[in-house]
């Protein structure tokens, strides 16, 4: 139940899990802090630790949820993180840096949210007070056919309906088996999530 930390600049490895009362870290200098664990601890300014640690390589943000200064900055913070390398509940490395949690900002332009997404799809970005997600429209065999955004609470559309996705998914048959595109696996309402809908086949051998 910590409330106040600080620490000195030859710290390498910044670790804190699960201190919701912490309200003030001072650091004397993050010059070497090379891995960054912040798990289940809100009240932490992410962007001044991530942007401001030059040596960081490693980065595992669990339930994190800071507010960025502008579109710039926050640019600076998912390119950092983009460079890093991550960490799994074990310490293990992993190929990506690990970010879950949610980031606000007043505005962002959508090819920024696309990008986000495509690195972090775990990172819910929230504009001017309204939470986006991401709904993805797959193919069979996981190819991407149509994505677009959704505010929270909002439901799915269907997008060949719509006539945002022009032709109705396709399947190439095989030699014993034709495919003919049936339905979307799902059309969830009340989003609260990011989505993966995957096309459904009738299958005739």
């Known amino acids: 139940h910590l409330k ?27 010059e070497n802090i090379s891995t ?62 690990v970010v879950v949690g949610r980031v606000a900002i007043k505005e962002i332009t959508n090819e920024f949210l696309e990008e986000i997404n495509d690195n972090f799809p775990e990172l819910i970005v929230v504009v001017d007070g309204v939470a986006k997600f991401f709904v993805r429209y797959l193919n069979s065999d996981n190819t991407l056919l149509y994505r677009y955004t959704v ?8 997008p060949i309906i719509s006539g945002d996705l022009k032709e109705a998914p396709f399947r190439e048959d095989t030699e014993d088996t034709l495919y003919e595109y049936s339905h979307w696996s799902e059309l969830p309402t009340n989003i609260s999530k990011p989505y993966n809908i995957i096309a459904r086949y009738n299958e005739t051998y």
């Open 4 to 30: 106040e930390v600080e620490l000195p600049a030859t710290l390498t490895n910044l670790t804190i899990q699960n201190q919701k009362e912490l309200e003030r870290l001072v650091l004397e200098g993050q």
């Open 36 to 97: 960054l664990c912040i798990e289940n601890t809100p009240n932490l300014d992410i962007e001044q630790l991530v942007n401001n640690s030059p040596s960081l390589s490693r980065v595992r943000l669990i339930n994190a949820n800071w507010e960025a200064t502008s579109q710039e900055s926050l640019r600076q913070t998912i390119d950092r993180l983009k460079s890093c390398v991550g960490m799994d509940a074990n310490g293990n490395n992993t190929n990506k840096a």
């Open 151 to 158: 505010n929270e609470g909002e439901y799915a559309i269907d």
